[in-house]
């Protein structure tokens, strides 16, 4: 295959990677780019073999680079907004001990799960220790 197919494919990969940005596609525009490379130079090799070469760099630079690339770019951390613990919220129904049910704090009726060892009774305060996306654990106060 000529070297400006490889190039194009991992061009197209690249663009396919802005768009999903979850650091999985570019690295088999890594394998194109290096087999496009090579072949670019002159190194002659049958189809099977810069098949395999795409393969084996993709796999090698998604397994031991993405890791590196996923810390560097801190997406493996989760983001917070704003920090909700330690807040004091309102039953608004009884809620057993590692139960879920609602709570009121804010202004707002939020998802919670009674993370305490004691019965959340309604109208009891509770404090919130963790959130877990839009579920707020709480205990207690």
Request: charged residues 15%; positive net charge.
């Amino acid at each position: 295959m000529s070297w400006w197919i490889w190039v194009l494919i991992a061009f197209a990969l690249l663009g396919l990677e802005l768009f999903s940005a979850t650091l999985h596609i570019g690295f088999f525009a890594v394998g194109a780019l290096v087999v496009g490379l090579l072949v670019a130079f002159g190194v002659e090799m049958p189809l099977w073999m810069q098949l395999l070469i795409f393969t084996a760099v993709s796999v090698f630079s998604f397994i031991f680079l993405r890791p590196i690339a996923v810390r560097k770019l801190k997406l493996d951390q989760k983001k917070v907004v704003d920090s909700l613990v330690g807040q004091t919220a309102m039953a608004s129904q009884e809620i057993a001990p590692q139960g879920l049910g609602r709570a009121d704090m804010r202004g707002t009726t939020w998802s919670v799960r009674n993370v305490g060892e004691t019965v959340l009774n309604q109208g009891q305060r509770c404090a919130v220790v963790e959130v877990d996306g839009l579920v707020l654990h709480v205990r207690a106060s």
